[in-house]
């Protein structure tokens, strides 16, 4: 099938603007998105339009697909203009097991629904291509391999038994983010990785494919009003590495999100230009020190939501308009970022945050077994390439989250492991050493966010072998108001180490650790107060229903006030949540969470300003005691 959303003539590349490109933050100028109408075949069965980027279970495709095993072939076919030298071919996101083959040719495989999927296409396979008039048609096809009940790769919120229902949704397989092609031959620029810091001090290390002995990179970045540099570098055993200082630099922040724009340029040895990206970085420092998170120096309070990004119409994709009206209305709020949870942002989503302020995690979906040695190698290997993906080069980027409530080796009757507390101790030390090698310098991380946590304090020894200036302590708490704070209200603002007992949610792994007394403690997911005025029969709630939007966000705001107040609560919270996740506001059968301070449709539930007052006033009280 041609793909009909790229009928361009003899001129098939559009202009792309970071308003439009699928990666705003590495732009090359001749691309072709690939998102729109494909040929999909569902077990064999005859092909049918399916629109990419949602996969065929959501609402807006409402394609068929069996449980349990199941394989897929996309196909399209598009233009580019004749002469390419080369291509990179980008799936953003595909679930689970991939082959992709251009002009019939197999060039790769991926295995993993959460990270990108990067494949170059040589010469040799785009003169398959059938040339006419100055392009050539080219033919695109994704065979796919899912199973909705593969307990052991990482599945995040989707259902791994039939209609299991509560915190679980409905399965996704395919493709689910977006797909395109640019111009890129043998030698080009690979992934790079920048570090910009409040102080204007820049590095930034940058892959390079094929033969560039002789070749050069240089990095350009200017801000609109003013100030700018260059670094240069020679490549090096396929790598170059730059390092200089922004004079009088503008700091990027929720409140000024100062970004600075520019290019990454591979000249070879005579100066001419090899391969160039449209780029830019935000100059800022997140750190945990002194007790407090710190902001380029200053202390940050976490005023976030938790985000799971499934949406009624589209599933586990965002489209621009899902994602702006989340951050739009959320901010309005007195919030200030998300907990993306159990699944991985776009790269557009992340442009937005950059673009807007607005601080985001990145989160490995968990698995239910992990149990076995291989299946947790393929777990780390993924969030390996997660992190390569999604935590490099966006300001907004504030934490890691690459472990969640023991997921993967949970006794639950979600999960069924026959885990022990070793088992899980020593996972969260494997997640907690490989995210510290791998993520950018000092970013913060939680090693099990929500209970059990493996903290710096261990069998009295104020430190265990992970970095006690990034692992964070995060707890989930959905107790209702009185009893958060008793539980949280009593504990002063600098506890004396081992102080704390034992709370009803198991917040300590049991294997002797206890707080420090130091660490920012933030209850990363809190709250869960549901909303729903319709019929609620088998809908999730944390707790009462209310009926009335004026009692949901009097209690509501009743609890943010609680935790503005609560001395040791230094680093901040999380709200559960910003959406509801699951839940069709015009489906009365409908189930799934309704804890979102919007709805499905992210329309607010709400329409006074208690909650956005209730915020403010928190913000406030935490500030009187640093």
């Not at 100030?227 to 790598?239: C, F, H, M, N, Y």
């Not at 034992?502 to 206890?514: E, I, S």
């Not at 329309?603 to 007052?613: E, F, S, T």
């Amino acid at each position: 099938m041609k793909n009909q959303a790229l009928d361009f003539g003899l001129n098939p590349l559009p202009i792309l603007t970071r308003d439009t490109a699928p990666n705003p933050a590495r732009i090359r100028r001749e691309t072709l998105p690939l998102d729109g109408v494909w040929a999909l075949s569902v077990n064999g069965e005859p092909a049918q339009p399916v629109v990419v980027p949602y996969v065929p279970q959501s609402k807006l495709n409402g394609i068929q697909v069996p449980e349990g095993e199941v394989a897929l072939r996309y196909a399209t076919t598009f233009e580019l203009p004749c002469g390419w030298t080369g291509a990179m071919l980008h799936l953003e996101g595909v679930d689970h097991e991939a082959e992709v083959l251009v002009n019939g040719v197999s060039l790769a495989r991926h295995r993993g629904a959460w990270d990108p999927c990067e494949v170059f296409v040589p010469r040799s396979v785009l003169c398959l291509g059938l040339e006419a008039e100055g392009t050539s048609l080219h033919k695109l096809e994704v065979a796919v391999t899912d199973s909705s009940h593969a307990r052991t790769i990482l599945s995040g919120k989707q259902e791994r038994k039939d209609k299991e229902g509560a915190i679980f949704y409905a399965n996704m397989s395919g493709l689910w983010k977006s797909t395109w092609i640019e111009h890129a031959g043998e030698t080009r620029l690979g992934d790079f990785f920048l570090t910009a810091r409040a102080s204007g001090d820049l590095s930034a290390t940058v892959d390079v494919s094929g033969r560039s002995e002789t070749h050069f990179v240089v990095l350009r970045l200017a801000h609109e009003d003013g100030g700018g540099l260059e670094l240069r570098a020679p490549v090096l055993d396929g790598q170059a590495v730059l390092a200089g200082r922004m004079a009088d630099v503008l700091a990027w922040s929720p409140a000024t999100p100062n970004l600075y724009f520019g290019t990454l340029t591979l000249l070879d040895s005579k100066g001419r230009i090899v391969d160039e990206i449209e780029t830019y970085a935000g100059f800022r420092d997140f750190v945990m020190q002194d007790g407090y998170y710190r902001l380029n120096g200053e202390a940050f309070y976490l005023q976030g939501l938790l985000n799971q990004a499934i949406y009624p119409d589209t599933l586990y994709t965002p489209t621009d308009k899902h994602t702006l009206t989340d951050f739009e209305h959320t901010l309005n709020q007195g919030f200030n970022g998300e907990r993306r949870h159990q699944t991985t942002p776009r790269h557009r989503d992340l442009w937005l945050a950059d673009k807007m302020g607005y601080w985001l995690s990145v989160e490995m979906p968990s698995a239910r077994n992990l149990l076995d040695r291989a299946d947790r190698a393929q777990a780390l290997e993924e969030w390996r390439r997660i992190v390569r993906a999604y935590a490099w080069n966006h300001p907004s980027v504030f934490f890691l989250v690459p472990g969640n409530e023991d997921w993967g080796l949970l006794e639950h009757a979600h999960h069924e492991v026959n885990a022990t507390h070793d088992d899980r101790e020593e996972y969260q030390y494997e997640l907690g050493e490989l995210t510290e090698a791998i993520a950018p310098p000092g970013m913060p991380y939680a090693a099990n966010d929500g209970w059990r946590c493996v903290t710096i304090r261990k069998n009295t020894h104020l430190q265990n072998r992970l970095d006690p200036n990034r692992l964070m302590f995060n707890i989930h708490e959905y107790a209702e108001n009185a009893k958060v704070k008793a539980i949280y209200g009593r504990i002063p603002q600098w506890p004396e180490p081992g102080a704390w007992g034992k709370n009803p949610r198991h917040v300590f792994h049991p294997n002797g650790y206890t707080y420090d007394g130091r660490t920012p403690l933030v209850l990363s997911e809190v709250g869960g107060r549901a909303l729903l005025n319709r019929p609620s029969k088998g809908v999730f709630a944390y707790g009462r229903i209310h009926r009335e939007p004026e009692t949901w966000a009097a209690e509501l705001s009743d609890l943010i006030e609680i935790m503005g107040d609560m001395p040791v609560l230094r680093g901040g919270y999380v709200l559960t949540q910003t959406r509801d996740a699951g839940n069709d506001p015009e489906d009365e059968t409908s189930m799934g969470e309704i804890n979102g301070i919007l709805d499905g449709h992210g329309l607010p539930k709400y329409a006074g300003d208690a909650v956005r007052l209730a915020n403010q006033r928190a913000r406030e009280s935490w500030a009187k005691n640093i």
